[in-house]
């Protein structure tokens, strides 16, 4: 690494949910007012694969992944492969423990802020900044989203009726192919945002607290 950054008093002990508030304080804090904006804690991705720890989706999908001081760099290749099939920008927030390490192991288009812990709390350091991506993978992309919101996609698109009650995998794939690339973005991103129901799932972040 070549940025300067704080030591960290030996008894301050960083862990992600520090972070995380941190991140949404700080980092997203002007997204959080922003009515075009949707910030999504835990968004699983690929049925479950994994979750990206935040999401922030208005004109773009970007995602934050979390690896603080007391996290593991075990779980990174796979985040790595899947956050590049869905994700149009992605930065990596680290902890200076692993920044080193996971900085030689992501994407060049990753962009990388540096998260130092102290007794006022966790500030970060710009390290990089992000690019697009230019590998989405289409189906990945589908997959963000529920068989009644592909459904109710298709039948927009004037989809053959006998389509619409095929498995949730059909749909996915019959989706991907049917529409362009930046148009399928679009459809993604404006369907997450109108969705109100999460079935569970942790809701968006209104309030970091």
């Known amino acids: 690494m070549t940025e300067k950054t704080a030591n960290v ?25 922003d009515g075009d904006t949707l910030i999504i804690d835990e968004l699983g991705l690929r049925h479950g694969t994994c979750r990206v720890d935040v999401a922030v989706v208005n004109g773009r999908l970007h995602g934050y992944e ?15 492969a899947v956050y590049g099939e869905i994700f149009d920008r992605v930065t990596l ?3 200076e423990k692993h920044a080193e390490k996971s900085i030689t192991q992501i994407p060049s288009w990753w962009g990388v ?20 991506n230019r590998d989405i993978n289409p189906l990945a992309l589908a997959e963000l989203l529920w068989r009644p919101e ?3 996609i298709l039948q927009g698109l ?3 009726a006998p389509i ?22 679009r459809l993604v991103r404006t369907t997450l945002k109108a969705r109100t129901d999460w079935r569970g799932q942790r809701p968006p972040s209104l309030d970091a607290g």
């Open 9 to 33: 008093p030996a008894q301050i002990r960083q862990n992600d949910r520090e972070v995380r508030k941190a991140l949404h304080n700080k980092v997203l804090k002007a997204h959080r007012y």
């Open 113 to 132: 802020k540096v998260a130092t812990t102290g007794p006022n709390g966790t500030k970060f350091e710009h390290y990089r900044r992000e690019s697009n």
């Open 150 to 152: 592909v459904v109710s």
């Open 93 to 95: 927030i680290v902890g």
């Open 158 to 160: 004037g989809a053959p």
């Open 164 to 185: 619409l009650k095929k498995p949730r995998a059909v749909l996915y794939a019959y989706l991907a192919e049917s529409v362009e690339l930046n148009e399928l973005r």
């Open 66 to 80: 979390i690896k603080s001081d007391s996290d593991t760099l075990e779980r990174l290749p796979q985040q790595i």
